[in-house]
């Protein structure tokens, strides 16, 4: 979540070690997202990054780019010059430039770049081009400007609260589809294209998961009731994520609520209703 | 949700400008849903409309259209006709014309009857006839007639409610949609169909979202790892915006049952049909 | 609901009006659930349903009925003449014939047996017999056997307490597959197999509802952006029943649980942690 | 759950028999995980599972097993020796071996080497030795060494507190599938794939539970309608099991959080890390 933020790299004035001050300014434009500069070019940015993965996506068309390839190639490279440069100025006016570099935003703005460069060097690397799209990740720094941060944040948190009922979950839901796989492989055969058990549990997940493509079905009538089993556990069991994601986030939402801190120990997180600290005992605030 | 309710345009008698009586008792059958006539009013008025986009929707089928196509004209003509006075006499009670005609229901009034009428000077443009259907808004009426504005409302408040946690959410999935749809391109290429990265994407939303139509599958054994992948997370993530909407709707629910504090104890959150503070005996204020 | 616990046709000793003690002893076996003798009827009775049941399926199975279509056919007529006998028993010594006949419960056991005697004086009526199918819904009586009536009353009491939401929202969605499935047919067209506004409405719903055969799916890039806008759609507001159901139903199963009385004014339903009687002020029991 | 725990297997030092030292020394290392070697062995065994299953689900893909089948062979005799050892270890060090062997896990245990020993008695009961994929159910022991095993007991205590209205939904939604199984039945008919009752029932599960593989779909406008209205109900009684799971996850996840009660006011449902009533300012107790 802190590399959300991305604040951690926006130099504050109460910091202690002196900077230029052109490097500060700079990084109130780059890094913050509070004063006017900041947010204007924090727009631009998101525009400039929509419009570099719509050329890569427009450019994956073929009636698009047989006439137009030429303009793409020229667009992409004018946004990958921009973004280099502006990969330059991020290191230039951050504190501490190795570790931007190695934050996940570091590496998500250095992977943006780099395979346009690639493609220079490496003939024929084109499919690595498809990357770029990862670019597309760029732009959870919206999620900054628009002040979404705080419900970003409840969301994961949820998340991480029910992190291991949700993964013993999947791990029942895996085991689930290992061995209805095997068995769908012994009863339908490979005369009905269930013909290896990764392919059986490739059915036993596309069913489970009620998607449902219909590539692979049972064609016999055991198998297919089987799969009707599976189905009615698919649909029922989907309750349980659900029930597990529901009740962490009411908690994690009723604790946001309440942001009374305690006089007395300074801690917070009290329940809407407490009249005292439930850490130090202390009358807590109206 | 006010718009829903349309009771903007119903003239009150505590209104301070004066109208005539007629356009008042007008406007009370035509706006107003609590008096008799209103009552009528508005239920001919939704059978009218059911019919009507009966009839358009029979005007699709070959096999109606080719014999009956000369009465469903005239039915057509009849309705449109019908809607067309009373979209004057709406226009002619309200007290702001303008306001009305710009309002939703205003203007989905106007394109309830606009197509007829175009048709005729417009030849050709039987497909602008489709536009008709959105007649079928209007029928939203029926929720005042039976009192469900309450119930809408509810929905609608916890929708708002959680609406900055929908948008991240939707956001999260956009991203996971191109990020995937573009691995796949990558994995399956165009000779197993995923000829580019917009058909790309529009799969793997096939997938993520669980509906599988099966026109586009993974065949490759990596890509169908891939696609596994995908399934197990869309199965899972629905949780999301179900445990957003579960948590604030339930705090909805609860905000709509009582606001009356306790003149004993002070404190408040009693269920509507109680009398008496339930923490201390206190009678509650009517 | 109280269909479901056909209780009223029990008759009590309390019952005012006296009835003949065969007739009080028969009633007791076969509406009742409590004493031994009604307790064997019962099971006796759902094996026997669910033995016809199975019956009525094997003979839809041509590769069955052909050899064993006699077999089945004695079978068929010795359950009918079992099930036309407890009928008449049922009408003999329950106190009101006729209300237990119009009742769901009597309805469905006359359906029950009358397709067998229609067969004989019909010929060809064979369609006919698998109305016997609705036999399977007299096995919920087996609710009453096994005391999860409890369980099954919450449910719907949820169910019905969030009825109007429900209903709101099931309006909603009509509302959006008609409009979704007329964009859709412009959009698409008769040549991409649209061909009418019903077909489409039928598409929109096996979209929306992530059901998704895939036997109809949009072909022009258009129409799958619009495809894959419903099926966003339509993957997260499966939110909003499961909301409207878990709140309703987390409020009926907290007003289960707490069963004190109130020693002043006779009423229940109190929370756990209720001190006073919200209704009249008392103090409840500990 | 407690078969999860196995730990009724584990020898505690407060057993009143007294059992030889290198058993003791031997039950620790294999049924308990809080000492070191402990620890190790349930590593190198989770390990050792793993790798025999993906053996077994090599072994199924002709391309893998036609050149390497050899090699697998001796992978597999390897794991089932292995594993015969750790069998008759636990059956040695464990005080009751009969009640360990015929436990879930022993069971499951035991099923894990069978298979392989038996196909050399059977010539060609290859199919069998699919069964060797249950050894992944062996791997639930891993919950027990990350200490998962509270989440899974909270998760399979709603199940468990709910497991009356489960069955009442699923005995609801048996219902359901069979009457428009056979419903379906008659209105498409042989004609469009409904060849009998079963194959109608299957396809009414596909469509209720959201699965849509599309092997089987309405083709008569009616039989289209019914589908419509079945797959709106699949669509919205997902929210049953959910609502239901969610409410009572809640609960059992409230109930794990505190049993203390205050010794200032007597109240309790304080919040686990909570030292101080949040009702009256006591010191709770540790």
Redesign the interface.
């Known amino acids: 979540m802190d590399e959300l933020r991305t604040s951690k790299f926006h130099v504050l004035k109460s910091d202690t070690e002196p900077m230029a001050q052109w490097r500060i300014t700079l990084n109130d434009v780059i890094f913050g997202a509070e004063s006017k500069p900041g947010k204007t070019f924090d727009i631009i940015l998101i525009i400039a990054i929509l419009l570099s993965?719509s050329a890569?996506?427009l450019e994956?068309?073929?009636s698009i780019n047989t006439p137009l390839g030429k303009n793409l190639y020229i667009v992409e490279w004018v946004f990958t010059i921009a973004f280099t440069v502006e990969y330059g100025l991020r290191l230039v006016c951050v504190r501490h430039p190795l570790k931007y570099a190695l934050s996940f935003y570091g590496l998500i703005d250095l992977l943006s770049i780099i395979p346009t460069y690639l493609s220079l060097l490496v003939p024929g690397a084109n499919?690595l081009l498809?990357i770029r799209?990862?670019r597309?990740?760029r732009?959870?720094r919206?999620?900054k400007l628009f002040h979404?941060i705080r419900?970003?944040e409840?969301?994961a948190e949820?998340m991480v609260a029910g992190r291991?009922?949700?993964?013993?979950?999947?791990?029942f839901?895996c085991?689930l589809v290992?061995?209805f796989g095997?068995v769908m492989?012994?009863v339908e055969g490979s005369v009905n294209g269930f013909?290896?058990?990764?392919?059986s549990?490739?059915w036993a997940?596309?069913?489970?998961?009620?998607?449902?493509?219909?590539?692979l079905?049972p064609t016999t009538?055991f198998g297919?009731?089987i799969?009707?089993m599976m189905?009615?556990i698919?649909?029922?069991v989907?309750?349980?994520?659900?029930?597990?994601?529901?009740?962490?986030?009411?908690k994690a939402?009723v604790r946001k609520r309440d942001v009374r801190g305690c006089v007395g120990c300074g801690k917070n997180g009290?329940?809407v209703?407490?009249?005292?600290?439930?850490?130090?005992?202390?009358?807590l605030p109206e």
Do not use: N, W
């Open positions: 993965v890569v996506i994956s068309i073929v499919s498809v799209i990862f597309i990740l732009v959870f919206i999620l979404y419900e970003a409840t969301l949820a291991r009922k949700i993964i013993v979950f999947l791990y839901i085991t290992v061995v095997c492989y012994l013909t290896s058990i990764p392919r549990i490739y997940i596309v069913t489970m998961t009620t998607v449902g493509y219909g590539d079905t009538a297919q009731l799969a009707s189905m009615i698919g649909y029922a989907i309750a349980v994520p659900t029930g597990i994601y529901t009740a962490e986030l009411s939402i009290h329940e209703e407490s009249d005292y600290c439930r850490y130090c005992g202390e009358k």
